[in-house]
């Protein structure tokens, strides 16, 4: 839920540049908080131009006010607490009370003032992704302005001369910054409300995380052997289900802060890729994919109309970008006898489960774990375990939700016969690549002959 900072009125002041004139420090805006990593409700506007919300993932859009011309907000770097999933909590730093940070909305043409207050115990700065900003504004520590030290709150002020999808993160200390956690999403309406609208347009950032089960804590200096592939830091099963009106145009804007690409592949549709964190891309270079590639630092918005009912699986297609805690040195143990192998285990490690040796479906398996962690593979459906972790998550596509209505609908319902089943398995029939016993080797080809340097 939100709650209130109070005013900031002894805190000091300094401008990243000098767009409007200097504003008073007892001007500040309160800070609204969020303590919650549940999906909040579209932020509609009360004032200024028009424009159909975003939703975000287990996030929140962040409160503005207005001061004469400029529409005012205010982030609040700091420690945070931030639940992966039930069962797993990690200790990041983000803004107003969690990682990621509130998604910042406004409209192109709006003049728009940020401050930002610093409760961390370094300096730290905000870059304005994608965004085209006076270079004072720019927000990269040491180049385009001082490093916000750890107490003090600065203040950007810019127009915003372009809408479109954005983001915005530290450019100090970035590497650590950001792998604590500190980043965020921007969008910036359309000054037309009807360019490009949609029914329903959520919006989500990715990040990446090492962190050691029964551990709390980041390795911030990691670069690629990630054990938590998150979306708006969460993961399956602890991902909002997108809930969405058939019939229903949709938008989702997927930003990238991690250290890797991600193929992004949405179950049951094709889409348009529409946006990027350049700009629109015109209707006539767009064109149908089911899958789409968000590079790192980049962003990808795709529209839809989502016209198949069900509940559709949404996630990335790297197959360890689905799992949690995920043990990468694992031996393929796939054929070798469980029995034997466990017998000789069992000398040595009278508690230990061998596992593999079929495979690693783990749907059914309950096995101690160490605090803080989550299974490498979770989460459960109507038929079954659903084996997935990460970077997963399901659209449920459903009649007659109300237009604000983002509730989970629960499972879908699905018609009479609809469901794939089975079949009697014909028990004469010789098993695959079985030798009947009543056939013979087959015949030596008269003329063949062993090709040079090979033994027959």
Same mark, same amino acid.
Request: aromatic fraction near 8%.
């Given at each position: 839920?939100?709650?209130?900072?109070?005013?900031?009125?002894?805190?000091?002041?300094?401008?990243?540049?000098?767009?409007?004139?200097?504003?008073? !420090?007892?001007?500040?805006?309160?800070?609204?908080?969020?303590?919650?990593?549940?999906?909040?409700?579209?932020?509609?506007?009360?004032?200024?131009?028009?424009?159909?919300?975003?939703? %975000?993932?287990?996030?929140?859009?962040?409160?503005?006010? #207005?001061?004469?011309? +400029?529409?005012?907000?205010?982030?609040?770097?700091?420690?945070?607490?931030?639940?992966? $999933?039930?069962?797993?909590?990690?200790?990041? +730093?983000?803004?107003?009370?969690?990682?990621?940070?509130?998604?910042?909305?406004?409209?192109?043409?709006?003049?728009?003032?940020?401050?930002?207050?610093?409760? *961390?115990?370094?300096?730290?700065?905000?870059?304005?992704?994608?965004?085209?900003?006076?270079?004072?504004?720019?927000?990269?520590?040491?180049?385009?302005?001082?490093?916000?030290?750890?107490?003090?709150?600065?203040?950007?002020? @810019?127009?915003?001369?372009?809408?479109?999808? @954005?983001?915005?993160?530290?450019?100090?200390?970035?590497?650590?910054?950001?792998?604590?956690?500190? #980043?965020?999403?921007?969008?910036?309406?359309?000054?037309?409300?009807? @360019?490009?609208?949609?029914?329903?347009?959520?919006?989500?950032?990715?990040?990446?995380? *090492?962190?050691?089960?029964?551990?709390?804590?980041?390795?911030?200096?990691?670069?690629?052997?990630?054990?938590?592939? %998150?979306?708006?830091?969460?993961?399956?099963?602890?991902?909002?289900?997108? $809930?969405?009106? *058939?019939?229903?145009?949709?938008?989702?804007?997927?930003?990238?802060?991690?250290?890797?690409?991600?193929?992004?592949?949405?179950?049951?549709?094709?889409?348009?890729?529409?946006?990027?964190?350049?700009? +629109?891309?015109?209707?006539?270079?767009?064109?149908?994919?089911?899958?789409?590639?968000?590079?790192?630092?980049?962003?990808? !918005?795709?529209?839809?109309? !989502?016209?198949?009912?069900?509940?559709? $699986?949404?996630?990335?297609?790297?197959?360890?970008?689905?799992?949690?805690?995920?043990?990468?040195?694992?031996?393929?143990?796939?054929?070798?006898?469980?029995?034997?192998?466990?017998?000789?285990?069992?000398? *040595?490690?009278?508690?230990?489960?061998?596992?593999?040796?079929?495979?690693?479906?783990?749907?059914?398996?309950?096995?101690?774990?160490?605090?803080?962690?989550?299974?490498?593979?979770?989460?459960?459906?109507? @038929?079954?375990?659903?084996?997935?972790?990460?970077?997963?998550?399901?659209?449920?596509?459903?009649?007659?939700? !109300?237009?604000?209505?983002?509730?989970?609908?629960?499972?879908?319902?699905?018609?009479?016969?609809?469901?794939?089943?089975?079949?009697? %398995?014909?028990?004469?029939?010789?098993?695959?690549?079985?030798?009947?016993?009543?056939?013979?080797?087959?015949?030596?080809?008269?003329?063949?002959?062993?090709?040079?340097?090979?033994?027959?």
């Amino acid at each position: 839920m939100y709650s209130r900072r109070g005013f900031l009125g002894t805190a000091a002041l300094v401008g990243a540049s000098a767009v409007s004139g200097r504003v008073q !420090a007892a001007s500040i805006p309160e800070a609204p908080s969020m303590d919650k990593a549940v999906m909040a409700p579209p932020l509609h506007p009360t004032s200024g131009p028009d424009y159909r919300p975003v939703v %975000t993932l287990n996030g929140w859009s962040l409160p503005w006010r #207005m001061n004469g011309d +400029w529409k005012e907000f205010h982030l609040v770097a700091e420690p945070v607490v931030r639940e992966f $999933a039930p069962g797993m909590k990690a200790n990041l +730093w983000g803004y107003n009370g969690q990682a990621p940070g509130p998604t910042i909305e406004a409209v192109e043409g709006d003049r728009v003032r940020v401050f930002v207050t610093n409760k *961390l115990p370094e300096y730290t700065s905000v870059h304005w992704h994608g965004m085209v900003v006076p270079s004072g504004m720019d927000g990269v520590g040491g180049l385009n302005q001082p490093h916000i030290p750890p107490g003090k709150t600065f203040v950007y002020e @810019f127009e915003l001369r372009k809408s479109g999808s @954005f983001m915005y993160h530290p450019h100090s200390d970035e590497m650590v910054q950001m792998a604590m956690g500190m #980043m965020g999403m921007v969008v910036v309406h359309p000054r037309d409300p009807a @360019f490009r609208l949609v029914d329903r347009d959520f919006v989500f950032i990715m990040s990446s995380y *090492l962190i050691d089960p029964g551990t709390y804590l980041p390795k911030v200096n990691e670069m690629t052997d990630f054990n938590m592939w %998150t979306w708006n830091s969460r993961v399956y099963p602890g991902i909002d289900p997108l $809930a969405v009106r *058939l019939g229903d145009k949709v938008r989702i804007r997927v930003g990238n802060l991690s250290m890797t690409n991600h193929p992004i592949h949405l179950h049951g549709h094709s889409f348009n890729v529409t946006c990027t964190d350049g700009g +629109w891309i015109p209707g006539s270079a767009q064109y149908p994919e089911a899958t789409t590639d968000v590079a790192v630092g980049a962003i990808k !918005a795709f529209d839809f109309v !989502a016209d198949n009912p069900g509940d559709w $699986a949404f996630h990335c297609h790297k197959s360890h970008h689905t799992m949690n805690a995920m043990g990468h040195d694992m031996r393929n143990m796939i054929g070798v006898s469980r029995a034997d192998l466990a017998k000789a285990v069992g000398k *040595l490690a009278p508690d230990a489960m061998v596992m593999g040796s079929t495979g690693m479906a783990m749907g059914n398996m309950e096995m101690p774990a160490p605090d803080n962690t989550l299974p490498m593979m979770t989460g459960a459906g109507q @038929f079954g375990p659903i084996e997935m972790g990460g970077m997963f998550t399901v659209m449920k596509i459903r009649e007659g939700l !109300a237009h604000d209505d983002y509730r989970d609908p629960g499972d879908y319902q699905f018609p009479q016969g609809s469901v794939a089943y089975e079949v009697e %398995t014909p028990t004469d029939a010789p098993a695959r690549h079985e030798t009947p016993a009543t056939s013979t080797p087959p015949a030596k080809a008269k003329d063949s002959k062993p090709m040079k340097g090979m033994k027959m």
